[in-house]
């Protein structure tokens, strides 16, 4: 018999009973007939093509661009779920946010022995330039995306932590948007939060944290590196949607420490600055000087209080998979309390006892480079070779300080359209927070991927994965009938 994963609609009964108050949505896929379900889903994928909503897969010179695939069979949250995970995402963003402004200021969490010095001061995602530097507001992972996995009915674990700049908003929105369209009886079945105020969210926080210097009503702007960049898409439509400028570098000039941007009426003074370029190339006076993408004096404008950079330079950070390790340890160190969501176990290969651990249960671990991201530069032990295991044996002999390790956990499924009707698939969740230096806003969905291929853990769009919507289901009080 093969292994019974905790579906999240079904539970554990193999599609014969579904769990308490998932039965009008159990209803509603067996009762829909698949070539119904096929059609609406090949609709949605048209016009996710036609609207261009793309991404690359680096490497690959034909058919570089393509669409995720969408799932039209939804993902569905009850409020209760919702409820404890968005106070567990309030409480590690503003812990997120406390531990940044602590490393690159007083450094009491190091001075304290809560984790380790040259972790955080030897980490290449440790940017030194910003040191001393308090951003407005005390904010530096202005947007958060929070990568989550489920084991079981009341099991949220985090996978990892996203503050430099994290992706994937404008898929949960467009995802609604289709099955608004494509399904509309489910949406009046179910009273659903809805996700479409996230871009207003998104320009209230922004407007937010304006340096106190911004005359008048701030001046927000998106910086992209341009339409060459994989996320193009989504930074044109954010910027559509939030109802600010989408700008490149060569849009903006620094003069006198103050960021100006030109225009057919001529020079306009920019306050925040959502920018999609990583760190490194953001000043070529300061970071890389080979930088075509990013603006000269931005940080001399930035270090004189004249701008808001959203997220925050040097929260790359918090990305580190070594330091995501000790997210348990940094939430009970500036909050008090034990963590409302917990991680992943995790073994750091730095440490002589869990590389020796690692090396000796290859076969049976996930193993991740500390730095990696999108799927790559990671191996999966129970469906990996024998010679793609002694590779990475190599690989961490060679360099333990760079990978992790986790156990493979046993990811729930969702139901997932296949060509043998609704089978399940396992999924992981990517919600998204704001800050704001007052208040912490989770949208109510999030983005969730899917991993398409039969038995597969790894849900990257760039290894094949996909993505669903996310339902959120009002209080039950609430709800029709």
Partial sequence: MSKSFFDEIWGHSRGRTPRPGFESIARWIRETPKKELRRRQDSAE????QLGITFNVY??????????????IPRVFTAEEWQSLSDGLEQRVTALNMFLEDVYGERKILADGIVPDDLVLCNPGFTPVVNGHRPPHGVYAHICGIDMVRTGPDEFLVLEDNAR??????????????????CPELFEAFEVEPVDGYTDALRAMMQAVAPESAPGEPCCVLLTPGHFNSAFYEHSFLADNVGIELVEAADLVVDDDIVWMRTIEGRKRVDVIYRRIDDDFLD???????????????????????????NAPGGGISDDKAIYSYMPEIVKYYSGEDAKLPNVETWRCR???????????????????????????MLVGPTSTSEEIEEFRAALIDNPDGYIAQPTLDLSTVPTLTEKGAKGRHVDFRPFVLSDGQKVTTVPGGLTRVALREGSLVVNSSQGGGTK?????????????
Avoid: H, W
């Fill in 351 to 377: 440490e002589a006892d869990a590389l020796q651990y690692t090396l000796d249960n290859l076969a049976d671990l996930v193993v991740k480079k500390v730095d990696g991201s999108g799927g790559y530069g």
């Fill in 165 to 182: 700049t994290p992706s994937g908003v404008s898929y949960m929105l467009e995802n609604r948007e289709a099955m608004l369209r494509l």
């Fill in 46 to 49: 048209a016009a996710f093509r």
């Fill in 284 to 310: 070529p006076l300061i970071f890389r000087p080979d930088s075509m993408l990013g603006v000269p004096g931005l940080m001399a404008a930035y270090f004189a209080g004249n701008v808001t950079l959203i």
């Fill in 59 to 72: 490497g690959e010179e034909e058919q570089a661009e393509r669409i995720i695939p969408f799932d039209i």
């Fill in 469 to 481: 919507d996310s339902l959120v289901l009002r209080p039950q009080s609430e709800q029709p009938g």
